[in-house]
Structure formats: structure tokens, C-alpha cells
């Protein structure tokens, strides 16, 4: 077991607490192993099959079926963006597209200074109103028009974490800032005619 | 409908910090759960519940009651499990009250677990719901606080944990049997039933799995009653329902209203309707995964019999709106890779159809369509859907038999002429 | 089928007309195969748990809305199924479409072409053209998935038989699914070989050419192939096989699947096949190879077995014609026996005879007069062993025991498949108790002790109570106590042997079926010891034999398949024995390091070549025909004693060796206890080593390995690379002690 694992025993034990049988605290470490290195190594995999005295094909059999567990060292923020209909809908095209020239990079792909990873899934975000949708680190970003997708990148570029810019749930008509939205500077989105004007002209 | 519709599992949101236990609190919240533990017992809990005629909100619309009905009563310990894996296309209702309202949510875990006698609920919560996570962790942290969850609660017999599972990316782990295989530890792939979960599910052991808004509507039921639960929408689909509406309306959003809204009234008085001048190409009634209805269909009551009746499925009540600029290939196409992605891969049909549906579709889409093509896709439908373990193959050819139907000249054209004929893809 | 006992409770189902009884809870498929129906297959095996994920088995059952997968949906009572339905034969073909809408067809240059189950069933009922417009999908082809297997992702159709064999059978889990949807695949953990003892089994479940033996690999085509029915002889097991020959060059050997599978099986080429000699009970029955038995046999054909015999100690050795050769033995026999007297000869070896051939070679011992005889060449003491009450244990069941203990050295590594069979038992439920050098893995309980020689008989007195509270919680259950039967060389196997009859003594006392089992390390120890190849009255045992020639008193020494100087203990004494010995005569099949010291090399046949009587490790014996005739290459063993025995004798003829048809007697307790002799007076050998604190001294066990020794895989081109080159275990513990890290 690697220093790493060994320091995390508490935790561990924690984990496993939680469910009556051993196996089921596989997706919890193999979470906490990527919240901690942004990747699941394969040291990881290794600890992980001893604790739950699995074999690491096991574990790796069960980590690949999940498109969150990455294998690979990411960027300090992976952006997500929606592809499903609602978003396409919306101007998800649009988006990646302008992500990508923001970026210079490919979906898929991490930018050379290593802080944004680009990726693009078909899985629906289950924020369909405010599309085109985008997630960073798992925080959303809701209608995510140029202008806006701009400003939060050059928050996230000075170091505001990406949980104070994130849009939550709403009922129509409710306001769309986030909690302290303001002080990332993002401001409420756009309309959802705004947004879907600008999807389609891209 | 005698008395105007009031919302129930969205009441608040918007106006009141409703994360906020003692906000929640205010709102009468955990006097249900008080209710319970103190007034009644689990059967009495159980037959409210079924005298409600509460129907599933996870997509089937399988009635509550009934579900819980079938757990054998042989000493084995049972297990509760919230579905709130949302990820079905077009839906984003669950997402809302997880992260606005957790409070109901787990309140009516909590009645639910006393219904049943569970020894342990899950959260199977979808991996992606990062926020929904933060707001459930210290939401919970503060009803244990309060002695709602946990040992004892609220001073009675009555113990329950609730731990939260954080799934991964698999859209196949809301599926219910490929949701138990996850949360053992396993890959997300589901398995043949029977048996079912009731009698043979997480650990083998007697378990029930319940939708989010399912159970978010307990809370009510028992503080309320199951005759005034019954009293709201469809008879035999009654209750207040969140519908969330997508696409190409002008004010997109979760609506909730009671079972049996018809679709008109939702599109066109609740979501603003179209821009000027567009027409309903098509509607997702019940997300993703449910054929589209068109135009002619607008009246139909927005309940799980009616809109089966009309031809598709209520299911997660996910409304998706196409335009007339609407490409529809493209629709499909999107749907067609989406499933096929998802497809957990046990299945020829759905592991190797819905991959070759989404490369033809791709294919017609980019101008590369030939006439074959169409004889293909019409054929897969019948070879792929109700061939399988699960019905995510079913799932994968909703849109794409009912467009079909639908659409034939447009797909027909789409091929002949390399492109589509939609407004947004004429330059 | 209703004359059959019980018909009253069974279900009659009508598939396509023709009606069947079955016992409830029997699978369609099954009830269909009965019913003399072809429903075709791809994820269903017979062997393993059904999966029902290809979906090629769909049928229609009258009054369901749906077709049903005929391998995971049990029979109803009047069930009334449709294989022919229209919409079962276009889901058929929908299937065989879609599996092959990404397949490479690459039949010609595919070493399963012939006997595809894929190519076959589409031949059958799959759809007459192609419609697909797009590219296929593209994979690894040809990854060299462990040892003996190279996998090809574009042809696999991902049936995960495979997968399940190795998490059901072999309780392995190494080979396993990976990602999903369209990607998926099979696959080992990242960078880790696909390796254990039993992974060539994967090769004959694999419907399709996704994996395929790196041993056989482009060498021939089935239907080039001729079967032969045989016996694998590389172990005690002896487990059914199948050879297949071309041109009288064996190829490969596979199991000889049990019979239901010629059914599901591919039609065509599969059905032609033979079938085993016999039906062969229990686990060993169940086709299930170790990668041992399937893939050494390329030493059979191999260059270095020599022409005929060879004079002459050392390296160089002169050819001799088989006649002169003989008549030196013999000349040396009598020499030595006017000059030193009998018991100036001494034989060893004989553990790898057929039963007839080890009769002969007693009778050899016996015509000279030496009681200084016997087949044990390692540190075995014993070959076989008794209960308490007289019972000759049976290995048959072992799959299904509620309780094993092991003694000793790995089982896998001496005894693979029955070590399968433990796994099997251990899934079930049964504990496993092990006490030995190596900690091994079961699924389910392990209780597992480290035990060096005479501490694993304390190690059994202190489980003892345990087990008895055990026995005595469940009435009439079935032990299996499986011991390795060494501690000869340290006399250790009195009291690991003492203790080990104890505990049978008190399972059987609490009214429990124990069946002691001993794998020996020989293939054919037990026709050996079965045969009286031990030490007669006053005889010397090999131990004792090796002391003697090394101190100058054996005259002529015979060795029959005795690699010595590589299978005893004592390597120093076999060379100094082999020195001091005027006339060392080595039989064998090759000239290995103890054939190349010896003065007269008489080369022998394999066993495929011969023919005779094995006899299992529990005493079973089997008719072993010859699959080849003999290729001029050495003379079989019994051929040779009888020459010798015919020179020797008055008349010229020796006598025929009886027949053994019934299963054998295990060796008695007391006569055991003859045989492994005194219990030692001081503990196992323990070497203590300087640096280290007395009290835990560090202790050095020699270990077993399926893939080391002199013999056939020493010679074997296949095992070449996979031989283990010398390794130390260390317990992490003593690991850490001494500082050394990985
Ligand atoms: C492919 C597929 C995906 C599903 N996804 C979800 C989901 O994300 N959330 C959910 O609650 N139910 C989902 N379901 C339905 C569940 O299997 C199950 O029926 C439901 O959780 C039961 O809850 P209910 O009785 O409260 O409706 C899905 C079903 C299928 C076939
Ligand atoms: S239908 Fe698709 S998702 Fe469902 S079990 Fe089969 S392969 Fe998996
Ligand atoms: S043989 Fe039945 S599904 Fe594969």
C-alpha cells in the first residue's frame, strides 16, 4: 500500500462503514482517489483491489464502465459541455466551437499550460432549460453564451474557485445568479432567446 | 378541476432557502416524519401511500404502493433506495428538488424507510450532481443533527442511515437492477428479471427503489392525506407532477402541475409557447427515451395512460421541443449516439444495433445517406427494442421508429439531397 | 422419458411439436436438446452459469408478448415453444448480422476456422448478405494476452465465457470486461499478463478465433486433424483429453467436452469428433485442463529424445544397437550379483510406468533378488493413504465437499484440477483449511496456517477441536484431506501423516465421509506403489539406496524415469552416489542430467506411444491405449524389462503381468506407516542464518512448482520461456525483517 492510501485509513475505514458489503465502496474510493490526484493512477487501482480484496482487473473493469473516472491526468478544470438534444438545440455547437478557440484545443484535450481539460459529452446535464450547458469540475455553468463562458474563464484563470461560480436549479422566472454570483463577476446569464440566438447564428 | 392547483414538491423554491432546515422547518417541514413515527404505524404509512394511488415518477408510473406490497415479510433485512440518478434527456426535476428542496426528499426517504422497515437507504445520486451533493451532505448532516435521520428518530423505535452513493457516468445505473449492480460494486450492467428487486435486490436482499419526485411526494400524502393526494389530476394517475419542458419553447423550465395537464396547456400557457411564426415539429413527451408525438397530439392529457395511448410514454414527463427548423435526422442522430454510448454492452442487439443506427444516422446527417440506408434503419428498430435485458434498447429507438413514422419524406430527402431541408441548414 | 423414476413431478413442455418431460427448473435449451432441437448459442456453455446476453437463443413461448432467451428462462408446465417462428429465424439472423457487422472475417488465415461456432451458426441461420456501408470498428489484433494465449479483439463477440470461467471456475478474475458499449472488450489488468494454471481452457469456451493458443497457433487446420480419445499422463489426475494428430504429429490436446456440448456445438466438424473412452464422473469430467496438460506435449516430436541407446558417462556418449545394449545390462546385473551379491543392485524410479510396466520392473528386482527397490524419488513418502476406517478416498466429489483440509505443498502446483475442484467446493461454501509453506487462494473461507514439515502436524492438532465442533454441527458431511505425502527426506511425514489420520480418525467418529487424498509427485506413483515398487523385507528405501552407492555398496544402479540429481533433495549425495556406482543405467525419455552421468542411456517411448493401465491418485485405474505407434525412437518401458526379465529368466518368458480393472486399495494405516518410516527425533530442518534473532530464524522450504522439474517440460519448446527461473518467496513480514522491498 503507497504512503497515500496508508494516510488515508481513516477515511477509508469511514467508507466502508457505510455499506454492509465490502465491494459496494469501490466508486467511493476510486472518487477519492481522483478528487486527489484528478485521476485514478494506477497505484490507485492496485490499493483499492487490496482493501476490497478484488483482483485490479476487477477494480479496473468497474472503473472503466464509468465515464467519470479518468485513467489519465487532466487539467486543473475540465470543462464539460452538454451535447445532448436539448443543449444541440440550444447551441452547444456553438459553444465547443468558441471553447475551442478560447482554448486551442480539441475536445478531449488539456491545454499545455495544465489548467483546462475540454470535454464534450452526450450525456444530458439535466439543465436542458438553461442550455447550452456547460459543467466545471462538476459545478454548472448555465447558459453559457460566448460572453459569458469568457468571463468564467478568466475567473477561473485568477484563482476563483469554480464553486462560487456556479448557477444552481431554478423554477422559471426565478432569478439565475448564483449564490454570490457577483462577486465572481459573472452576472445573471442571458435569456434563453438570447442564448438560442446566439447557438443558431454559430 | 374544483380548487386552483397549488404546487407541492416546488412550493417555496424560489422564494424561501429552503436548504436551510430551519426554513424548511417553517414550511411545516418533518411534521410528517414527526406524524409518522409518532401516530402511526408502518402499515398504516403503507396504505396511505396506496390509497394515495401514487404512481411511480422514475418513468414506468408503477404504483407506490404496490411496489412495497410485494416485499416478502421473511425476517430478511430490506433495503430503500432513492433514484437519483437523473439522466434521462429532456429531465431536470430531480436535479431541482435535490438541490432546492433536499429536505422534502429526505423526508420522504425517511417515511418511506418507515413504511418498509428498511435497515439502511441509499442516494444513488447521479456522479455529475456535484452540487446536489454539497446541499444532500450537510442537509443530511443537519437532520441527523435533529435527530430526523439516524438512530432513534425524533425519540422513537425507529432507526435509519441514509448514505449518499455518488455514481460515475453511466446512464444505464438509474436503470434499477443496473443501479444495483453499481451500488454493489460492480459494473452498472443490469440483469434479467425476475426476480425483481423486491424480492432479490441489493445484496439479494428485499429491497425497493424509488424515484426522487416519488419520494418527494410522501411527505404530503401523510400530512395531507392520501383522498386529497388522489383528488389532484388524473384519476387514475392523480398527484402534482414536475414536468420539465426543453427545446424550442420560450420560457424552458420545470412546471409543476397536476397529472393530466394536457400537453397544449403545458407548451403553450405554462412555457411561453413557440417563437412567432414556428410551428411543433415534434414533442418528446417523456424525455429521451419517449417517441415523439406530433401537432395532432397536443391534446392529449399529460398522464401515463393517456400519452400511452397516444403512442409514446409519459416516462420522466422530460418535454422536448422540436421546431419546423428542426433537423430531424440530426434529432435522431444526437438521441442514436447518446443511447449508444449508454448502452452498458451486454446485448448484441443494443451493444452492436444502436451503434450501427448512429453511424448510418451520422452518416445521412453529414450527406453521405444512400437509399439502403433507410431500409436499414427501419429494420433495426423491431431487431433492437424489446430484444434485451433492459429496456435501454427500447429506449434507443424511441425517437428513431416514431421519426420514421412521422418523417419519412424528411429522412428520404435528407439522403437524396445531402443535406437537410430545414431552414437552419439552407444557408 | 417418463419411465424415468419421479416422471410425476416433471414439467412437459411441446418445443416445435415435439414433446418432452423434464425435471422443473430445467433450462429451454436443455429441455430443447432433449427434444432433439438445435437451438444455436453463443453466451450459453453448458459449464457455466447463462448469461443470456447475445440474445442468439430468443424464442417464442406461446402467450408471452416477447421472445425469451431459451438459455436463462427455466420450463413451465405446457409450455408450447417456437424455434422456427418467423420472428425467431429474422431475430437469428439479426443477431449473427449484428455480430458480425464489426467482425474481421478473417476465416482463412483464423486458427478456429473449421470449428467457429460463428461460422457455423452463420452458415446455418445467418442472413445471405451483408449491408453494411461503413467501415468496421478496428481493434488490437494478435495481443499476447499471457503465456499461452493471444487474444484478437476484432473477432471476440463478446459472449464473456471467457470472463465467467475465470471468475466461476478458476476463481481467477484476472481476465475480465472492460469499458462498455461498443468499446467494450475483454481484457487483463493494464500491464499484467494473463497468467495462472488453467488459462487455456478460455481456447476451447471461445466460440469464435478471439483466442487462440499461442502453442498450436498456424499449425494446422481442423479438419486436417484426426481425435484420439486419451488420458492426460502429466499428473496423478489424469484428466480425459482429446488428441488431435496430423500426419502422426501431435497438435494440440483439448478436452474432450462433455457430451451435451457436441450438441451445442458447432454442427458439422464437432459432431465428428470422438468421444472419450469412457464417461468420466465428477469434476475431471468436466473438461477443464490445466495449461500443463494441454500445452506440453511438443516434447513428444522432439529432436533431442534420442535414436537409441548411448554408452558412455558424461556429455559424449556412443550410439549402441539395442541388443548389445541390453546384453550389457544384463551382463552387469549378473556380475554384480555373483561377485557382490544381490543386494549390490538397487532400483529407482518407476513413479511415471504404466501399472503393467511397474509390475514388470518388481519382477525385475525380483528375478536379481534386490529388495532395494523403490519408485519414490523425491521427498514423497507416501502415494496414497487410507482412512482410519479402511476407506480409500475418491476424488469425484471433491468439487462438492463441506470441507477440505490441505497438507503440505500447493495443490495447484502438484495437482492443478483437483486444485479446481477445491476452488469449486470453496465457492459453495466448504472451509478450507491449508497448512503449508505458500498461502493459496479460494473464494470463501480460507483458514490458512505457514507449516514447515512437522509443524504442520501441530498445526493439525490445533485446528483439530475446531473441526470436530464443525463435524458435529453438520451430520454426514464430506472431508476431503488432501496431503501432499512428503517428509520422507526430513522425517517429518510421521507425524504430519500421525496427525493427519488422527483427524480422520475424529471426522469419522462424528460420522463424516473422510477421504484422504495424497496428489504424489509422480503421474503414476500410485500404479508404482500399487505394484510394489517399494522396498522389499530389509530393502532400502531411495534415500537409502543414494547413502549406500555413495559409500561404494551398490554395484549396479537402474534408474527408470529418475531424474535425480533434479528431484531429490539432496543433490550432493545423487552425484556423489552416481560417482561412487561402477554401472548407473538411466531409462528414460531423454538424456537428462542424471542420464547424462550414467554409463548406459536406454531410451524409452511417452506415454502416448505405449499404452497400459494408469492408475489415479485414488486408485482408479484407465485403459490408456496408444494414440501413436511407436516411432522408432526408443522402446516402450514394459518392452525393455521384458527383454531385460526374458534374458534373465531360465525358460526365456517372462510371466504376463495381471489386469487391473478394479479401483485399488489405498495403502492401510499401519502399512503408511511402515513406509514413512520413524518419526524424526529433531524439528524439520531449520537453517538458522546469522543477522537474525534465534527465535525466529529464517526457515527455508523448497516449494513445488507445476513448471519446474526435469521432465517433459524441461524438453517442451513451449514452456521454454514460461519455465520460472529460480525465485526466493518471502513472507512480506520476514520481507520487511530484512530490508528487502519490491
Ligand atoms: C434506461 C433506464 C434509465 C432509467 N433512469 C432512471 C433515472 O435516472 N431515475 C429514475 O428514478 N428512474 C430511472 N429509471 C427507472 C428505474 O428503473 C425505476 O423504474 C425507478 O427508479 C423506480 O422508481 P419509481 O417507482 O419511483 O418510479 C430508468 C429506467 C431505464 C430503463
Ligand atoms: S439492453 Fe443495452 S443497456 Fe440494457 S442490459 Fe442490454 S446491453 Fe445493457
Ligand atoms: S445463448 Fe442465450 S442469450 Fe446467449
Known sequence: MTPEWARRREQVAEILERYPERRSAIMPLLHLAQEERGYVAQEDVEAIAEILEMTPAQVESVASFYALYRRRPQGRYTLTVCSNLACVLGGARGLVEHLRQRLGVEPGETTPDGLFTLQVTGECLAACDQAPVMQVNGYYVHRAVPEKVDRVLEALRRGVPPASLADRATLPGEAAAPPDGASAGTGPGPSQEEASAHGRAL | ?427 | MSEAGGAGMWVTVTIDGRTVQVPPGTLLVEAARQAGVHIPVFCYHPRLKPAGVCRMCLVKVEKMPKLVPACTTPVADGMAVSTRDPEVREMQQAVLEFLLINHPLDCPVCDKGGECELQDLTFKYGPAVSRLADGKVRRRKAVELGPFIVLDEERCILCRRCVRFDDEVAAEAQLVVSERAIHTLITTADGRPYDHYFTGNTIELCPVGALTSRVYRFRARPWDLSPVASYCTLCSVHCPVRLDFRHGQLMRVVSPGAPEERIFGAPGMMAAYGTPAEEVPGFRGMGWLCDRGRFDYRYLHSPQRPEGPLAGRGPLKQPLPWEAALDRVVQALRQAVERHGPESVAIAGGGRLMAEEAWRLRQLAEAVGTPHRDHRVSDQAVASLASPSGRTGRAEGLERADLVVLVGQPLVEQAPVLDLAVRQAARAGAPVYAAGPVRPRYPGQLHHRPALGAQAADVLRAWQAELEAFAARRAGGRAYLIWDGRGAWDGSAAAVGGALVELAGALEAAGWQVHVLVPGDQPQSRAAEAAGVLPGPGGLDTAGILRRAAEGGIQVLYLVGANLLETFPDRSLVEEALARTPFVVVQDLFVTATAAAADLVLPALPAAMRGGTLVDLDGTPHRLEAALPADGRGRADGEILSAILARLARDGRPQAPPSWSEPLPALAVDEARRLWGPPASAPAAADGRPGFPAERPWRVAPLVRLYAGGGTVAFDPAFAAHREPLAIWLHPADAERAGVRE
Not at chain 2, 294 to 315: I, W
Not at chain 2, 337 to 356: D, I, K, M, V
Open chain 2, 1 to 427: 378541476m374544483a380548487v386552483p392547483f397549488e404546487p407541492v414538491l416546488t412550493a417555496g423554491i424560489g422564494r424561501l432557502a429552503l436548504e436551510e432546515l430551519e426554513v424548511y422547518e417553517s414550511q411545516g417541514g418533518y411534521q410528517a416524519l414527526r406524524k409518522a413515527v409518532r401516530q402511526m404505524t408502518p402499515q398504516e404509512v403503507q396504505k396511505e401511500v396506496t390509497d394515495s394511488n401514487l404512481r411511480g415518477r422514475g418513468g414506468a408510473g408503477f404504483p407506490t404502493g404496490r411496489k412495497w406490497s410485494f416485499l416478502p415479510n421473511d425476517g430478511r433485512p430490506r433495503y430503500l433506495i432513492c433514484n437519483a440518478d437523473e439522466s434521462e434527456p429532456g429531465t431536470f426535476k430531480d436535479r431541482l428538488l435535490l438541490e432546492r428542496n433536499p429536505h422534502l426528499v429526505i423526508e420522504g426517504i425517511m417515511l418511506a424507510g418507515y413504511a418498509i422497515g428498511a435497515a439502511r437507504a441509499f442516494i444513488y445520486l447521479r456522479g455529475e450532481f456535484r452540487q446536489a451533493y454539497e446541499v444532500l451532505q450537510r442537509a443530511l448532516a443537519r437532520a441527523r443533527e435533529r435527530g430526523y435521520v439516524g438512530r432513534r428518530v425524533l425519540g422513537s423505535d425507529f432507526s435509519l442511515e441514509i448514505v449518499v452513493h455518488r455514481g460515475a457516468g453511466a446512464y444505464i445505473c438509474g436503470e434499477e437492477t443496473g443501479l444495483l449492480s453499481s451500488l454493489q460494486g460492480g459494473r452498472g450492467e443490469p440483469r434479467l428479471k425476475p426476480p425483481f428487486p423486491a424480492t432479490s435486490g441489493l445484496y439479494g436482499q428485499p429491497t425497493v427503489v424509488n424515484n426522487v419526485e416519488t419520494l418527494a411526494c410522501l411527505p404530503s400524502i401523510i400530512s395531507r392525506g392520501a383522498a386529497w393526494f388522489a383528488s389532484i389530476g388524473s384519476p387514475r394517475s392523480p398527484g402534482p407532477k414536475i414536468f420539465s419542458v426543453s427545446g424550442r419553447v420560450r420560457r424552458p423550465g420545470n412546471y409543476e402541475l397536476p397529472l393530466g395537464t394536457p400537453l397544449r396547456e403545458i407548451l403553450f400557457e405554462h412555457a411561453g409557447g413557440l417563437e412567432p411564426g414556428r410551428r411543433i415539429k415534434a414533442v418528446q413527451p417523456g424525455g429521451g427515451s419517449s417517441p415523439i408525438l406530433t401537432e395532432q397530439h397536443l391534446d392529449v392529457a399529460m398522464d401515463f395512460d393517456s400519452v400511452a395511448q397516444a403512442g409514446s410514454m409519459l416516462g420522466s414527463a422530460g418535454v422536448i421541443v422540436l421546431d419546423d427548423r428542426d433537423c430531424i435526422v440530426e434529432a435522431a442522430r444526437v438521441l442514436a449516439e447518446f443511447y449508444a454510448h449508454e448502452s452498458c454492452g451486454q446485448c448484441t442487439p443494443c451493444r452492436e444495433g444502436l451503434h450501427w443506427a448512429a453511424r448510418v444516422l451520422r452518416r445521412i446527417e453529414q450527406g453521405g445517406g444512400r437509399p439502403e440506408d433507410i431500409e436499414v434503419l427501419q429494420s433495426l428498430p423491431s431487431r433492437i427494442a424489446g430484444r434485451t435485458i433492459c429496456p435501454l434498447a427500447d429506449a434507443g429507438v424511441g425517437f428513431l421508429s416514431s421519426s420514421l413514422k412521422y418523417f419519412m419524406d424528411e429522412y428520404r430527402s435528407h439522403v437524396t439531397l445531402g443535406r437537410c431541408v430545414q431552414e437552419a441548414y439552407v444557408a
